[in-house]
Each structure stands twice: as structure tokens, then as C-alpha cells.
């Protein structure tokens, strides 16, 4: 048996659709421009290849966008300064400070210094904790993303056993704490597996439905799955590739051809969630403008 694939690609453009539609009637209706500023500190290349095609999609809805690529020397001081100007900016309704920062700045407090309310990340101590507890906030954009492309794939987790591989504060928590909420499109059961579990296929082959979200190469085969699991691989890993112009290809956390082989279906690397993190955070965007207003 081969798996269906899952095409987040085609699903991230519906979303698309329905934020352009959304974003035009919030224009006429209202005279406001989504906004989004994206903050890049030194030269990683993949970091940068994400922040251009956030930023093709901002020209594409018809979104206001800057991007402020600051050298990787820059001081936390003039990072803050930064983000406070882009705080009270009313033209700005979403600041994104692309992840990893240099080693001399602290992650955390200049996560903490963006407005919540402009938080399109869903990264903020606030927006976590109301996201923990069930109250509307902005959340984070992979593991939306995860969470529609089961719902709109047919593949309702209420009452499913999903396996989230990875603790992470960017996917795996978060993810763990959307589908455990007692509401459509959630009210899973969560395990989380991770790298102080020993035995990660004892746990993953128990499961309706994995999250991948180790940030290791092919990490989960088709032998850790059970038969007619649904999977998700949220790993996006560059592994060299002399056959390749770039020099390098892109492969998940799940080993595809194993994997197809067992899943009943399964997202593809590249064209899975990838494009589904752009569309989430344009509909966060969206989001933060329409209640900033
Ligand atoms: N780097 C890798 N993933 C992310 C993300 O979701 N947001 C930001 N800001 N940086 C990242």
C-alpha cells in the first residue's frame, strides 16, 4: 500500500484565498492594510531564504511589509530600540524576529519586548499562556499550520492518539497544547515523545497520528509507524547532495519512502507544512490587524 499525499501546498493556497478575500473587505470596509515587519540579524542563509518568501507573500495579499536586516554585530540595545519604534508604529500590525538570533543576543527578552498584540509568532509569554488555557490568542504558525492540514486533509484528531516527536517551544509544545483543547478540530489525546524517552518507536507506533518535530534528518522509518498511521513531518533539514546544483536537498524528520509505505497518508518535504507556516502567519497577520484596528 502507498500513502496518500498530503499536498500542503494546495492547502496553504486555499488559505491563501481566504485571507486575500478577508484582507480586501478589511481595506474597503475599514481603510486597513495588514502590516508586517520582519527583523533579520546576520546572514544565515537559510534565514534568509524564509524571510523573502514571507515577504512574496505579503506583495501577494496585498500586505504592507518592511524587512530590517540589521549585521549580525548588532547590540541587543539596538535591537530593542528597534523593536519599541516598530511597537508603536500603527502602520505595523505584526513584527517577526527571524529565529536563530546571534549567541550575544538573549532570545528571549527581545521576544518579550514585542507587543503582544503584534505578536504573530505566538512566542510571547502571554499568547503562550492563553494559548495553554483555552483563551483566544495569536498562536504560534507551524503548528497551526499542522492543525489545519489534518482538518482540511479529513483527518479529524478529536479522540485520536497523536504522537508529537519533539518538545520543541516552537512546534512541539505548542502543537501538543491546540489539539488537547476541548474544541472542534482538537480534543486529541497527546503523547509527547522526545529525546529522554529512550525508545521513541515504542511510542510513535502506538500512535493514530505523528507530529515529527526532532529537527533530525529522516530520524522516524517506516518500521517505527503503525499500519495506517497518519504523518506529519515538520522537519525541514538540508542534507549535502553532490547531484544537486544547490550542492544540498531537503529531507524531513521522516524517511519517505518507509514511511509511505505504512502511513495511510503522509506530508511531503518539500510542499507539506512548509507553506503552511507562510499561510498561518498571514492569517495572523491578518488576525492582529483586525483586532489592533
Ligand atoms: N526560525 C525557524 N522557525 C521560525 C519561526 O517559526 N519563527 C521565527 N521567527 N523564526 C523561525
Given at each position: 500500500?502507498?500513502?496518500?499525499?498530503?499536498?500542503?501546498?494546495?492547502?496553504?493556497?486555499?488559505?491563501?484565498?481566504?485571507?486575500?478575500?478577508?484582507?480586501?473587505?478589511?481595506?474597503?470596509?475599514?481603510?486597513?492594510?495588514?502590516?508586517?515587519?520582519?527583523?533579520?540579524?546576520?546572514?544565515?542563509?537559510?534565514?534568509?531564504?524564509?524571510?523573502?518568501?514571507?515577504?512574496?507573500?505579503?506583495?501577494?495579499?496585498?500586505?504592507?511589509?518592511?524587512?530590517?536586516?540589521?549585521?549580525?554585530?548588532?547590540?541587543?540595545?539596538?535591537?530593542?530600540?528597534?523593536?519599541?519604534r516598530l511597537n508603536a508604529d500603527p502602520r505595523i500590525h505584526g513584527i517577526l524576529v527571524q529565529l536563530?538570533?546571534?549567541?550575544?543576543?538573549?532570545?528571549?527578552?527581545?521576544?518579550?519586548?514585542?507587543?503582544?498584540?503584534?505578536?504573530?509568532?505566538?512566542?510571547?509569554?502571554?499568547?503562550?499562556?492563553?494559548?495553554?488555557?483555552?483563551?483566544?490568542?495569536?498562536?504560534?504558525?507551524?503548528?497551526?499550520?499542522?492543525?489545519?492540514?489534518?482538518?482540511?486533509?479529513?483527518?479529524?484528531?478529536?479522540?485520536?492518539?497523536?504522537?508529537?516527536?519533539?518538545?520543541?517551544?516552537?512546534?512541539?509544545?505548542?502543537?501538543?497544547?491546540?489539539?488537547?483543547?476541548?474544541?472542534?478540530?482538537?480534543?486529541?489525546?497527546?503523547?509527547?515523545?522526545?529525546?529522554?524517552?529512550?525508545?521513541?518507536?515504542?511510542?510513535?507506533?502506538?500512535?493514530?497520528?505523528?507530529?515529527?518535530?526532532?529537527?533530525?534528518?529522516?530520524?522516524?522509518?517506516?518500521?517505527?509507524?503503525?499500519?495506517?498511521?497518519?504523518?506529519?513531518?515538520?522537519?525541514?533539514?538540508?542534507?549535502?547532495?553532490?547531484?544537486?546544483?544547490?550542492?544540498?536537498?531537503?529531507?524531513?524528520?521522516?524517511?519517505?519512502?518507509?514511511?509511505?509505505?505504512?502511513?495511510?497518508?503522509?506530508?511531503?518535504?518539500?510542499?507539506?507544512?512548509?507553506?503552511?507556516?507562510?499561510?498561518?502567519?498571514?492569517?495572523?497577520?491578518?488576525?492582529?490587524?483586525?483586532?489592533?484596528?
Open positions: 500500500m502507498s500513502a496518500l499525499i498530503i499536498d500542503g501546498k494546495r492547502i496553504a493556497g486555499e488559505i491563501r484565498a481566504e485571507v486575500k478575500q478577508a484582507t480586501d473587505l478589511l481595506r474597503s470596509d475599514a481603510g486597513i492594510v495588514p502590516g508586517l515587519a520582519f527583523i533579520l540579524v546576520g546572514e544565515d542563509p537559510a534565514s534568509r531564504v524564509y524571510v523573502r518568501s514571507k515577504g512574496k507573500a505579503c506583495d501577494e495579499l496585498g500586505f504592507h511589509s518592511v524587512t530590517e536586516q540589521l549585521p549580525a554585530e548588532t547590540s541587543q540595545q539596538d535591537l530593542l530600540t528597534l523593536i519599541h536563530p538570533l546571534p549567541p550575544h543576543i538573549d532570545a528571549q527578552t527581545i521576544l518579550e519586548a514585542i507587543d503582544y498584540r503584534k505578536d504573530v509568532d505566538g512566542f510571547h509569554p502571554q499568547n503562550v499562556g492563553r494559548l495553554v488555557i483555552g483563551l483566544p490568542c495569536l498562536k504560534p504558525c507551524t503548528p497551526s499550520g499542522v492543525v489545519e492540514l489534518l482538518v482540511r486533509s479529513g483527518y479529524d484528531p478529536s479522540g485520536k492518539h497523536v504522537v508529537v516527536v519533539g518538545r520543541s517551544n516552537i512546534v512541539g509544545k505548542p502543537v501538543m497544547n491546540m489539539l488537547l483543547q476541548k474544541q472542534a478540530g482538537a480534543n486529541a489525546v497527546v503523547t509527547i515523545a522526545h529525546t529522554g524517552a529512550g525508545d521513541i518507536a515504542h511510542y510513535t507506533r502506538q500512535a493514530d497520528i505523528v507530529v515529527a518535530a526532532i529537527g533530525k534528518p529522516e530520524a522516524i522509518d517506516g518500521s517505527m509507524l503503525r499500519e495506517g498511521s497518519i504523518v506529519i513531518d515538520v522537519g525541514i533539514n538540508r542534507i549535502p547532495d553532490e547531484s544537486s546544483s544547490r550542492g544540498y536537498r531537503l529531507v524531513g524528520d521522516v524517511e519517505f519512502n518507509s514511511a509511505s509505505k505504512r502511513a495511510a497518508a503522509i506530508t511531503p518535504v518539500p510542499g507539506g507544512v512548509g507553506p503552511m507556516t507562510i499561510a498561518m502567519l498571514m492569517k495572523n497577520t491578518l488576525q492582529a490587524a483586525s483586532s489592533l484596528r
